[in-house]
């Protein structure tokens, strides 16, 4: 995303604790099928890294190269990869790739589109570094489809005060579902789609999920900007909290999400 770009979400200890938890296991294996070694990718948005690592280790000696718009973040990534010879840093802007056409064998991204102001745009530069019988790899939440049980009071108001937070910056939040037509607007024509799901029931999963979201409505960039533009005032905030606690606290405690999935071929 451009140097100027609002990440909604921020890098506050409660939105990298859930980015660090994503592996190519529980996140990207919808792409392992096309990872061997000796290729090139390009890690698109990479976050604190550990997506990134798995890939590193999967197509070695093969180059990776983990990209994202923060570098306070790229430090995160740093220590991730660390012991990794095969991965290199980049600050980047997903609109604008400075990469030559045809450069890597494979572009992925995970939950990049849905926070950037041309997803389309995003789609074409991947499409354009990747060489011809490439890949570009992409998966998006959708958070339309995040589901709970139970529904205590405050967990009815989170999500649609982060819809006009993520809205206000300029993303879309129900990404997952629009994955396949952003991609066929950027002018690819082999698309395979497909979903999966995270979910988390157990104690340890509640406590930490409501930690994580629970947590960034009261102290993260996003409480901050739902304060700032109207959608939330600071004791709508910690209710909003109380609930997700309350949920987490449930013995019967059960929160799903689906992603939209997509392997683009050149």
């Not at 980015?19 to 948005?45: C, K, M």
């Not at 988390?200 to 533009?229: C, F, K, L, N």
Request: proline content about 5%; some cysteine; glycine content about 10%.
């Amino acid at each position: 995303m451009p140097a100027d770009a609002i990440y909604t979400h921020g890098h506050h200890e409660s939105v990298l604790s859930a980015h660090q938890w994503r592996t190519v296991e529980n996140s990207a294996a919808h792409l392992i099928e096309h990872l061997r070694p000796g290729l090139a990718v390009l890690d698109a948005g990479c976050g604190p890294g550990t997506i990134t690592a798995g890939l590193a280790e999967r197509v070695a000696p093969g180059r990776v190269v983990a990209a994202d718009s923060a570098e306070t973040v790229l430090g995160e990534a740093r220590k991730n990869a660390a012991g990794l010879d095969n991965v290199e840093f980049a600050v980047a802007d997903v609109h604008a790739l400075d990469y030559a056409d045809d450069t890597f064998d494979i572009v992925h991204s995970h939950q990049v589109l849905q926070h950037i102001a041309d997803p389309v745009q995003a789609l074409r530069e991947m499409r354009r570094v990747t060489r011809p019988g490439g890949v570009v790899a992409a998966r998006e939440a959708d958070f339309g489809t995040m589901i709970w049980y139970p529904d205590p009071p405050g967990m009815d108001s989170w999500l649609p005060i982060y819809y006009k937070v993520a809205r206000g910056n300029g993303g879309e939040p129900d990404a997952g579902r629009r994955l396949v037509s952003w991609a066929r607007a950027a002018g690819f024509t082999d698309v395979t789609a497909s979903a999966s799901a995270w979910c988390y029931a157990t104690p340890e999963e509640r406590e930490w999920w409501s930690e994580s979201w629970g947590g960034r409505m009261i102290r993260s960039s996003v409480a901050d900007q739902a304060v700032a533009g109207g959608h939330a005032t600071r004791e709508e905030l910690r209710r909003v909290y109380a609930g997700w606690k309350t949920w987490a606290a449930a013995e019967d405690g059960w929160y799903s999400v689906t992603h939209g999935e997509i392997i683009c071929r050149l």
